[in-house]
């Protein structure tokens, strides 16, 4: 007995699991990694982040969504659906990026979950510290 998600916009991403918590798993997987759907609820966090400066960028039609590609110093290629996060558009060649990503199926693209210009990015809070060190009351 197999599960199944497929997504009701684009018949394309399918996921299948062996329970419910399974398919899932593998749905979310498929949308962070389609790069046109946005799944909303992953903390930035929890994903890898680099700076980068933006090199080149370019725009193209994929599955009828526009999707911004920025060729970064790094040598990645770093792509985002702009229906998804219209404020791609105010990002210019040279500009310095922090940029939250997933990994892709191809290599060397990374998709973009979350991006600030350098100097803009939220401070991160420490978390407080409770535990006592050895000898201290």
Known sequence: KLYALVNVEKYTI?????SQTEAKRAYIEKLKKDGNVD????????????????????????SGESVLYITA?????????????ESVMLIKVGDELTVYYTETETNKIRQINEWYFKGEEPVDTPKEDNSNTEGEQ
């Open 14 to 18: 399918v996921a299948t699991g062996e």
């Open 39 to 62: 799944i909303g609820n992953t903390p930035s966090t929890d994903l890898p982040k680099t700076a980068i400066t933006v090199g080149d960028i370019r725009i193209a039609t994929v």
């Open 73 to 85: 110093n790094d040598g990645n290629l770093y792509k985002q659906s702009i229906s998804n996060d």
